[in-house]
């Protein structure tokens, strides 16, 4: 198996639990991103990181802090895949914003994004992270849609190659 790391910002919980559900399909460990510096990228071969859309649109504040460290990372190399939490009906205007801005961050600093994620399914009017008609990563909605997270993190898995530990 590849050296995958998980890396996450959380407030609520939300993020931390889906980060977890993954991390024990692949038999590996999550990791909250606050405090962390690059260099945790450093021997992976595929770089997972999950984010929440905070309020309308923003950066969850783990990441916010963790820009600077994007900003000076190298991850020419790199396989990164993405995965967001968001509430498409209270903020259907900004579902989704922060992974679109991590992905930009992401190649930005050289990584190649993987595991885009079909809008189908989803009731939201913009987001940043829809490129080409796809989400940049699996796009969760834990407030509207928790039934459907299992089932859409098993999928995405599959589609990135990854069978479960």
Do not use: H
Request: proline share 3%; aromatic share 10%.
């Amino acid at each position: 198996m590849k050296n995958i790391g998980i890396f996450f910002g959380s407030d609520t919980g939300n993020t931390e639990a889906v980060a977890n559900k993954i991390a024990a399909q692949l038999g590996v460990d999550a990791s909250d991103i606050a405090g962390c510096s690059n260099e945790i990228f450093d021997d992976l071969d595929l770089i997972i990181l999950g984010t929440p859309t905070a309020n309308y649109g923003e950066m969850q504040p783990d990441w916010d802090y963790f820009v600077p460290e994007l900003e000076d990372a190298d991850l020419s190399g790199k396989k990164v895949a993405l995965f967001g939490l968001g509430d498409q009906v209270d903020y259907p205007d900004s579902f989704q914003d922060a992974m679109g801005d991590l992905a930009e961050l992401i190649e930005d600093a050289g990584g190649e994004l993987i595991g885009q994620w079909s809008t189908d399914g989803y009731d939201f009017n913009d987001s940043r992270a829809v490129v080409d008609d796809k989400f940049v990563g699996l796009a969760l909605d834990e407030d509207r849609q928790p039934e459907l997270t299992d089932d859409r993190i098993a999928t995405w898995l599959v589609n990135l190659g990854l069978s479960a530990a």
